[in-house]
């Protein structure tokens, strides 16, 4: 199984991304990225619940159309980058046709449901933001699609970023065995994108991160790789983490989970080798570099 997959190489119908059931082994979540300055992208009414947003660009302009319903116009304004702080998002249930124009690179996160949810759109202001962990396991995290926070059928998403030289992810943790009210089982997607430092002016023409990922039972899995700009990494089960930032690098990641437990929440098993890291948070501050705004 393959489950690194760099810049470029799921480009499929017009986006530049396409994670969906057709790759092997993948069956609970999926995602898209595309441009759609000069050009329009559409997705049709199928079992997948949706959430939108503009990646960067000025904002994107979704049509949607519920079945049995009549067609609903959405803008959402767009950031400057990633990295520069949430932007609006728009979530659809499943048996939802979409059509996305406007000015930006567009990410879609999608899950197979059930269950009918309400239309939301999420502006950037209401958007949760939180900086977890501390001293240079700091990172920030955009809490939009936690149960929490939006009222989704399957999935769980959220959006992180990691300064110049923290670390996510950490201590390495799983959720690949169903433990009622201990541990979720569900796969899940990081989607990359890399920059030079905030506030650097030394350039940096490589802006690069880690992503670690290795076996919890006898599933085989091992993954130490080298990220940037549009790579995509897929977590089937087995411990992962750190998700690192190089020095001189940020590094931004979405995460779409889903699975198939019969509740929608997010449990996690820390690795017990590296348990003991969430105990030296208390005694340090959180990175003061956190949060990014616009």
């Known amino acids: 199984m393959t489950w690194f997959y760099p810049k470029g190489t799921l480009a499929k119908g017009g986006w530049d991304v396409v994670v ?3 790759l092997p082994g993948w069956q609970h979540t999926g995602l898209r990225v595309g441009t759609v300055s000069g050009k329009s992208l559409e997705l049709e009414a199928n079992n997948n619940e949706r959430i939108i947003f503009a990646l960067e660009g ?42 996305i124009s406007g000015d930006g690179r567009a990410l879609v996160g999608e899950a197979p449901a059930k269950n009918s949810k309400p239309a939301r759109k999420i502006t950037k202001d209401e958007v949760p933001v939180f900086v977890r962990g501390a001293g240079r396991e ?3 995290v955009h809490n939009f699609g936690v149960p929490e926070t939006l009222d989704a059928d399957r999935f769980i998403v959220v959006e992180v970023i990691v300064p110049s030289g923290n670390w996510s992810g950490i201590p390495p943790h799983k959720h690949d065995t169903f433990i009622d009210g201990v541990e979720s ?29 290795y076996a919890s039972d006898e599933r085989p899995i091992d993954l130490l790789e080298e990220v940037r700009s549009g790579d995509v990494g897929l977590v089937p089960y087995g411990w992962h983490g750190p998700a690192s930032a ?13 699975g198939p437990d019969p509740d929608r929440s997010w449990n ?5 080798n590296h348990a003991w890291i969430r105990d030296t948070w208390h005694h340090q501050d959180p990175d003061p570099r956190l949060p990014y705004k616009a």
Do not use: C
């Not at 996690?268 to 017990?272: Q, S």
């Open 268 to 272: 996690i098993t820390d690795d017990p």
């Open 20 to 22: 969906d059931n057709t």
């Open 138 to 140: 700091s990172r920030q």
């Open 185 to 213: 089982n569900l796969e899940e997607i990081y989607y990359f994108e890399t920059a030079q430092t905030r506030g650097s002016n030394t350039p940096n023409n490589d802006p690069t991160g880690l992503l670690r990922v």
């Open 58 to 99: 000025k904002g994107l302009t979704v049509d949607y159309r519920i079945a049995g319903e009549q067609w609903v116009k959405v803008e959402l304004a767009g950031r400057e980058s990633v990295f520069h702080g949430p932007a609006d998002l728009l979530y659809v249930p499943l048996n939802t046709e979409v059509k």
């Open 246 to 258: 190089v020095p001189g690098s940020d590094l931004y990641f979405f995460n779409i989970m889903a």
